[in-house]
Nanobody
Framework: QVQLVESGGGLVQAGGSLRLSCAASGRTFSPTAMAWFRQAPGKEREFVARIRWSGGSSNYADSVQGRFTISRDNAKNTVYLQMSSLKPEDTAVYYC????????????WGQGTQVTVSS
């Protein structure tokens, strides 16, 4: 059984940077795409970024475009989210997801990692 384990969250000041990691462990892992979502208190979970597992094309939510970068290391079964120019409104629990489609049919979620941006 595959598990997704996120790491790298924490507390950072506005304008700072963090890099999140999501490592897949278990059986052979080959999703169509990997993605990051986030959920702020009192709000619904929202899409942040996604990347094709083969080929590497990616796209982003408008709110993070130009500030966040998603990448993957297939050999390590790991996806990353480099977050820069962080804003207080980026504060949320960030979830890694493995999808069987580019349209985000998520088959597996990570447990989440907290990112807090102070003003």
């Amino acid at each position: 059984q595959v598990q997704l384990v996120e790491s790298g969250g924490g507390l950072v000041q506005a304008g700072g940077s963090l890099r999140l990691s999501c490592a897949a462990s278990g059986r052979t892992f080959s999703p169509t795409a990997m993605a990051w979502f986030r959920q702020a208190p009192g709000k619904e979970r929202e899409f942040v970024a996604r990347i094709r597992w083969s080929g590497g094309s990616s796209n982003y939510a408008d709110s993070v475009q130009g500030r966040f970068t998603i990448s993957r290391d297939n050999a390590k079964n790991t996806v990353y989210l480099q977050m820069s120019s962080l804003k207080p409104e980026d504060t949320a629990v960030y979830y890694c997801a493995a999808s069987v489609s580019w349209r985000m049919t998520v088959e597996l979620w990570g447990q989440g990692t907290q990112v807090t941006v102070s003003s």
